[in-house]
């Protein structure tokens, strides 16, 4: 394999698969100068050329914005492969976690990297109960948002704001201290995002209950008043733990990538999963599901047919994307999407909803994917496409969805964080610099 680089290439040292399991370093030719690169080779045989030393040897950098071929960091926590649609926690398949795990089993596991037994998950459950209060103080932060503020934000802030309550735990230093803040953290932002909601429709906050489970609690926070206790039927409660456990991971995305660049300069974990909510708010990435569902009723208020809002898609020219279509990594089912839309149909029929949005999300599916236009760009449904329809499903407002998304990925946060930590060096990309070359300064007088 012979790839061109600027006025030099670079080529594998080996290219049968068995000389290449052998071969430890690729030869990069840049002008007259060769260099030998290390080949860094993952469990699963990712093969990636290690480049730490080429401006030092050569005077170049990379550059791939976007960072689509730029590893970042060696995990042990995910993996996925986007051409077959795998995705894995610690080894452990999606489908098989989604059929016989729960979201709080499964935050262990990406934490810890083992499954619990039973006594480590009691002792870990228990932790959320414990840590399921916010202090009062925190409680009056909400009071002094506006209105109908974005829960994004509320959420953002309420993390930022936790670190000036336990100063304690803003140096982990051991694994006791690790332990007692991620479980504060995934505890509590739980009972943000519910005080959120609630300061948002100005009703009184209802306190965590402590004898139910985490997503039953979530719902109980959202929905109970004084007057009426919110009894969801299990399926529900179900369905949202499984959301929970879907999104509790997906190794390098924009917002996890953010969480390990703020924590490589040693942030603490508070701001660290704060600066992850704000990276996740954007519609290209956790903020799609909120996007999927305003673009199916745009579909629905405008009377508009599939067909018709598919060929305005490809024209472009209007600039609409079908929002939960598509993916950075997956190049084909994301296997997400369908464990959540079978969970969908599921739910729906179990609590005899007919939900409109659904046929619609079906049919721009099965249009989208006989479409020459996705089937050559390699446009697959993405988590986001049924994970709008199902909260819908489940009383969830919409200005909630990304909230929920954010619940799930704190486990997953939480560990990337961990591992980075173990790491000394801080994350600083380079760029190549494209501005004014060296002026001087013009005095007022001389500028036109
Ligand atoms: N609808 C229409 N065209 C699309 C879409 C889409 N959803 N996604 C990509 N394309 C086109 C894009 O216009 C480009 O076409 P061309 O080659 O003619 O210029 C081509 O496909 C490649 O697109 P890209 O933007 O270079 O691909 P990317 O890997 O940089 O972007 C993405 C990935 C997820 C941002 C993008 O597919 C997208 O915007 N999807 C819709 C938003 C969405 O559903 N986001 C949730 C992602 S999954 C949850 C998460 O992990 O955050």
Redesign the pocket.
């Known amino acids: 394999m012979l790839l061109s680089v600027l006025r030099g290439s670079i080529e594998w040292a080996s290219t049968t698969q068995g000389e290449r399991d052998m071969a430890e370093t690729a030869s990069l030719q840049i002008e007259d100068k060769i260099i030998q690169l290390p080949i860094i080779v993952g469990s699963e045989d990712e093969k990636a050329l290690d480049i730490s030393k080429l401006r030092a040897e050569t005077g170049y950098i990379t550059l791939d914005q ?1 960072y ?1 071929n730029t590893g970042s960091c060696q995990s042990d926590i995910t993996f996925i492969d986007g051409d077959k649609g795998i995705l894995r926690y610690r080894g452990y398949a999606i489908e098989d976690l989604a059929a016989n795990s729960s979201f709080i089993e499964t935050a262990y596991l990406l934490i810890w990297g083992e499954l619990p037994n039973a006594d480590e998950l009691r002792e870990f459950s228990a932790l959320f109960t414990k840590h399921q209060m916010l202090r009062e103080g925190i409680k009056h932060h909400f009071n002094l948002f506006p209105p109908n503020s974005p829960p994004m934000a509320v959420l953002s802030s309420a993390l930022n704001a936790l670190a000036c309550y336990y100063p304690e735990l803003l140096d982990i230093e051991d694994a006791a201290t690790f332990t007692e803040a991620s479980a504060r953290i995934m505890s509590k932002v739980r009972t943000i995002a519910a005080y959120s909601h609630r300061q948002q429709l100005g009703h009184r906050i209802e306190y965590p209950h402590p004898d139910k489970q985490f997503a039953e609690n979530f719902l109980h926070m959202m929905f109970s008043e004084p007057y009426n206790q919110f009894e969801p039927d299990p399926a529900l409660v179900k369905a949202l733990d499984l959301i929970f456990l879907l999104h509790a991971d ?1 190794e390098q ?3 996890t990538s953010t969480v390990r660049m703020v924590g490589s300069s040693e942030a603490n974990l508070f701001a660290s999963v704060a600066a992850g909510v704000g990276a ?1 708010w954007g ?4 903020g ?1 599901n909120v ?2 569902v305003n673009m199916l009723e745009r579909i629905s208020a405008e009377n508009l047919s599939v067909t018709d809002f598919v060929r305005q ?2 024209d ?1 020219k209007a600039g ?9 990594v997956y190049k084909n089912f ?1 296997p997400r999407a369908n464990i959540i839309k079978k969970s969908c149909e599921e739910v729906l029929e179990k609590l005899h909803i007919d939900d409109p949005m659904l046929d619609i999300a079906k049919e721009l599916e099965a249009v989208a994917l006989q479409d020459d ?2 089937v050559q ?1 390699k ?1 697959y449904p ?4 049924y994970s709008g329809v199902i909260l819908r499903a489940l009383g969830i407002p919409k200005e909630m969805f990304t909230v929920i998304f954010a619940i799930g990925r704190m486990p997953g946060w939480i560990a990337q964080w961990y591992e980075e930590s173990k790491s000394t060096k801080i994350s600083r990309p380079r760029q190549v610099y494209t501005g004014s070359v060296e002026r001087s300064y013009q005095p007022m007088v001389e500028r036109s």
């Open positions: 976007g689509g997906h995305n924009c917002s996740l519609p290209l990435h956790g799609a996007a999927v898609v490809k472009k609409i994307r079908l929002m939960g279509f598509g993916h950075r994301d236009y996705f760009r446009l993405n988590v986001d496409f």
